[in-house]
Every structure is written in structure tokens, then in C-alpha cells.
């Protein structure tokens, strides 16, 4: 079966800080898709950044981006220079050969002013 | 742009009452999902939808139908709540089932007494 774990229930750290949040993941599958989703206080989740399996480069978009290590199966968030609105549930999710998601429990990350 | 639109956002039913969570998409995407999600969890896919008249079932679908008549709604009924069904309803959409990137509803928060 198909895993994503969150080890880290819930992170703060002060403004401008860097900080990263941790997955770990579990397939057989050698082709797949790794999502960060951000669901702030409103609850409406928001896809952050993505990263295809094939590509070892890793993904960044803006003050995010990904550690991929693809041998150890680890896919963490770096959000650098962090703001007040990055507060929120931060998702982890594989998706699968059949093209479904699996979701890590989640973290909670609160940014200190 | 609308986006993906749930109603309503908050819902109280007694056990073994039945209702309809609401679901639509202006953005005309094919596929369209239910998750639940529940504290300390992942989302959980309940039932998707690859195309109008096509519906299937996710993780968790026991207790609720869905059917798909048209591109833009998706509505999930509950057919005789159960307290276990107290959660989060997200209703999501993509272009394709390939889930490149889901857009999110605001969430039906659902508790059954």
C-alpha cells in the first residue's frame, strides 16, 4: 500500500525565517507526482508546488521549494524568508498510477510575527 | 471566476436524517471529487467522476451516493447520516483525472448529533 507521513504535527517559527517541513513517502511505482497543498485558516486548499518523480530537479516556486530524494523517498517544503499568511495546514500527496491522491495527515505551521 | 463552489459551508443533521452537498465548477473540468477530512488525517477520497454520467468510488464511500448529470455539478448525498460522518466535505476539480493540479471548494463543515 501507498503511504505519505507527516512526521511533524505542527511547526512555528518568527517571520523571515527559513523552514522545513517534512514527508516521507512509500510506493513501488518508479513514475509518480508529489504535491505540496497550503490550506490556510479559510480552508481552502491551495496546490504550493508540484514535483514529477522522472525529473531530478527540484521544484521551486517563489520563496518554495522542494528536497527531492527520490533513492530515500523524501519530499520536503522549504519556505524561505517566511510571512505572516504562510500560517496554515501544509499537505503532502502522492499521486498514484490510477491518478489518485494519497495525503499525508498534515502539518500546522505557524509564522510569529 | 467563481471557481469551485460548495454549499453550504456549515451543516447540523440528527442521525439518520439525509441531505445533499452542493458542488459546482464554471471552469468546465471533467474530473470532480469528494474528500472528507477528518482531525489528525489525510483527505480521504469518498467518490470521483471522470466526465458527466461517470461516477466512482474512492477510499471511503459507504454511506453516500453521488451522481454526475452535468460537466459543471457534482452533488453528494448523504443517505441516512451517521455521527461517523461528522468531517469536512471538500469538493475539488481538475481538468483531467491526472490531478496535475486540484482546484478546492471552501469546505462543508458537517456534524451529525
Known amino acids: 500500500a501507498q503511504t505519505v507521513t507527516q512526521s511533524q504535527p505542527e511547526m512555528s517559527v518568527q517571520e523571515a525565517e527559513t523552514v522545513t517541513l517534512s514527508c516521507t513517502y512509500d510506493?513501488?511505482?518508479?513514475?509518480?507526482?508529489l504535491f505540496w497543498y497550503k490550506q490556510p485558516p479559510s480552508r481552502q486548499m491551495i496546490l504550493v508546488i508540484r514535483?514529477?518523480?522522472?525529473k531530478q530537479q527540484n521544484a521551486t516556486e517563489n520563496r518554495f521549494s522542494v528536497n527531492f530524494q527520490k533513492a530515500a523517498k523524501s519530499f520536503s517544503l522549504k519556505i524561505s524568508d517566511s510571512q505572516l499568511g504562510d500560517t496554515a495546514m501544509y499537505f503532502c500527496?502522492?499521486?498514484?498510477?490510477?491518478?489518485?491522491?494519497?495525503w499525508g495527515a498534515g502539518t500546522k505551521l505557524i509564522i510569529k510575527p | 471566476n467563481a471557481g469551485v463552489t460548495q454549499t453550504p459551508k456549515f451543516q447540523v443533521l440528527k442521525t439518520g436524517q439525509s441531505m445533499t452537498l452542493q458542488c459546482a465548477q464554471d471552469?468546465?473540468?471533467?474530473?470532480m471529487s469528494w474528500y472528507r477530512q477528518d482531525p489528525g488525517m489525510g483527505l480521504r477520497l469518498i467518490h470521483y467522476?471522470?466526465?458527466?454520467?461517470?461516477?466512482d468510488q474512492g477510499e471511503v464511500p459507504n454511506g453516500y451516493n453521488v451522481s454526475r448529470s452535468t460537466t459543471e455539478d457534482f452533488p453528494l448525498r448523504l443517505l441516512s447520516a451517521a455521527p461517523s460522518q461528522t468531517s469536512v466535505y471538500f469538493c475539488?476539480?481538475?481538468?483531467?483525472?491526472?490531478?496535475?493540479?486540484?482546484?478546492f471548494g471552501s469546505g462543508t463543515q458537517l456534524s451529525v448529533l
Open positions: 467522476s471522470v466526465g458527466a454520467g461517470i461516477t
Open positions: 500527496a502522492l499521486m498514484d498510477s490510477n491518478y489518485q491522491l494519497i
Open positions: 475539488a476539480s481538475s481538468y483531467s483525472n491526472r490531478n496535475e493540479k486540484l482546484f
Open positions: 471552469m468546465n473540468h471533467e474530473y
Open positions: 510506493t513501488s511505482e518508479n513514475n509518480y507526482y
Open positions: 514535483q514529477e518523480a522522472y
